[in-house]
């Protein structure tokens, strides 16, 4: 026997020896790869572990194609998805299955002319089969987060849905007391101009008002929109929504400074970027109130060529960092008795326009920075 193997090439030598020693490497294997008992069926890594060494034996003497490589990996990677385990272990495993077999090659006796084309032959297969699994891991790795996204949005809108219903049931059940509270002291000023508080009265009312409306706004965000489309003086409309604030503004002995081109203009609905800018000095309102120091809002603007840029800034407590990369979400709140509807609606407004909204915090200071197209005649 051992006379008829001293006849044959290297190559043959070495697939004898590989064939003979079959089941020493894959105990030796089994022994050290990192294995999840509770997650890993072991018998179906020993299949594979079979398969991958019976594939590097047939490669030697070109008994198996690429694509013999690719389905395995292919295989593997599946299993692997499945199971949930990290695809740094399963390179792990295969590396140390690559280390043995070729420990096994440099002690084959086989001549060095030929040793070294073997191992290179070897190392090409296992680095086909890595890059094979991890890409196939990757990719459906990639499938399962976007089917996790696409019900999270799914979600989100049945939240929405939900939300729509019970908004809709809201406002009808409120707002036609509050229409008729409105409308008294709209007669009690005109029929009473004398009568104290009936102005601050009426602002706390249409506050109240406008919060209510906000839940029904919400619900008709996936709607099909019919906004109008007018043209709108920024500086107009945050005063507009400045001076409807100023009985809160007064209370709570609030520093309010503004710098405002006068005569930048941009397209949209007016009611819906009042709301945008409404809903941001309320919260600067809200946020500034907590402050025991001196209460600071600042409101400027910065015109380019074809854009806008407001910044409402305010000195109240910081936003970390973490609530600053969700305040934009539906049902995230800052906020104790928060709803968090207001910035999402605010959001979703100003990206309608076709501006950006951003928000960052500090020690110092919470800006937030709008983004808006100028209109241009």
Known sequence: MEAKLQKVNGYNTLVHILKTNEQAFLEL???QIIVHKNQDKIELIRKNGRLMYEL???????????????ILAFKVAKERVEAGINIGEFVYNVNLGRSIIVRCVNHSGIAMKELQSIVDLINNQFDLFCYYAVSKYTELKD??????????SQTHKDRLSILGQMSSSFVHEFRNPLTSVIGFIKLLKHDHPQLPYLDVISKELDQLKFRITQFLHTSKMNTVNESKNEEIKIKF???????????????????VTSNIDANTQVTGD?????Q???NLLMN??????????????SIHTDVDDDQITIVISNNGPTINVDAVKFIFEPFYTTKKLGTGIGLFVVKNIVERHSGKIT????????????TLPIYNK
Do not use: G, H
């Open 29 to 31: 294997w089994e022994e």
């Open 56 to 70: 590097i034996t047939n490669s030697i003497i070109d008994k198996m194609s690429k694509n013999d490589l690719k």
């Open 143 to 152: 499938m399962k987060l976007k089917e996790k996204n696409v019900y999270i």
């Open 237 to 255: 409309l945050i005063e507009e929504v400045i001076d409807f604030l100023y009985p809160s503004i007064v209370n709570s002995n609030i520093q």
């Open 270 to 274: 007016r009611n819906e970027l009042k």
């Open 276 to 278: 945008v800018f409404l």
């Open 284 to 297: 600067a309102v809200d946020a500034v109130s907590e402050e025991e120091n001196q209460r600071k809002i």
């Open 359 to 370: 928000c960052e915090s500090n020690d110092e200071l919470t800006t937030f920075q709008i």
